[in-house]
């Protein structure tokens, strides 16, 4: 039995398809495209499927709020506690803040009473 070797005349569309990794033709759209691609390519997306992609940037945005929401709500809070740390470390006394501005030499009175 005789194996052709010609190609068929019609081959089907490939699947999936890639339409979206052709490059646009306009400047606005190939530099979206460009963020786009350069998006899924370093974190993997163009493997996922759809869906798959919507729901793992969906999770990264709110992981992304929340952590974004405490740093603006907790760290200027937590920034005061350290700071009393830091003097309780270095001076071995809580309370008095100016002794920290003194030592640094931006107190008003510029005393040197350590």
């Known amino acids: ?10 081959l089907p569309p490939p699947k999936p398809d890639h339409s979206f990794t052709r490059r646009p033709t306009s400047s606005v759209g190939v530099f979206l495209w460009r963020r786009r ?12 499927e759809p869906w798959e992609k919507i729901l793992l940037i969906t999770i990264f945005a709110v992981l992304f709020l929340l952590v974004c929401s405490g740093i603006v709500m907790y760290f200027p809070r937590h ?27 931006l107190g008003v009175g510029m005393h040197k009473e350590l």
Request: glycine content about 8%.
């Open 37 to 48: 691609m350069w998006f899924e390519s370093t974190f993997v997306l163009s493997m996922l």
């Open 1 to 10: 039995m005789p194996v052709s070797t010609t190609p068929p005349a019609y």
């Open 79 to 105: 920034l005061g506690i350290m700071q009393r740390r830091a003097i309780y470390y270095l001076w071995g006394q809580e309370g008095d803040e100016r002794l920290l501005w003194q030592w640094l030499g």
